[in-house]
């Protein structure tokens, strides 16, 4: 699986923007997908995923209320739209596949995704 992010760049504290990752190479539409993000010097952590229908979703407590993440399944694709952005959002976004077949959760360890994209940078700053 191949997976090609895009969306990122720079915005103000308080803005949006939405990130897509299209999936290429193999069918992904029983896997679960999701995003993580890494900041300077930090861990890659856990920021939203779905499961392989759109039905199940999970986010991570700081992105919680402020982030959706959607899937379409006729296009491969995994969104991410992000609202009310704070600095601290200010990360590599990667975007990633999880071959949780038909499944109702959604893993949010980093090791339970198999397949990763390049990554897209988003800075939050005024």
């Known amino acids: 699986v191949q997976l090609q992010a895009s969306g990122g760049g720079m915005v103000q504290p308080g803005g949006s923007l939405t990130l897509s990752c299209t999936a290429s190479?193999?069918?992904?539409?029983?896997?679960?997908m999701g995003w993580f993000r890494q900041a300077p010097g930090k861990g890659r952590e856990f920021v939203a995923g779905v499961n392989w229908n759109g039905g199940s979703t999970w986010y991570g407590t700081s992105v919680e209320g402020r982030f959706t993440i959607s899937r379409d399944n006729a296009k491969s694709t995994v969104s991410l739209r992000m609202g009310s952005l704070k600095p601290e959002d200010t990360a590599v976004y990667y975007c990633?596949?999880?071959?949780?077949?038909?499944?109702?959760?959604?893993?949010?360890?980093?090791?339970?995704?198999?397949?990763w994209g390049q990554g897209t940078l988003v800075t939050v700053s005024s």
């Open positions: 990633a596949v999880a071959d949780w077949l038909y499944r109702d959760g959604v893993p949010i360890q980093r090791n339970e995704y198999e397949f």
């Open positions: 190479g193999r069918t992904v539409s029983s896997s679960t």
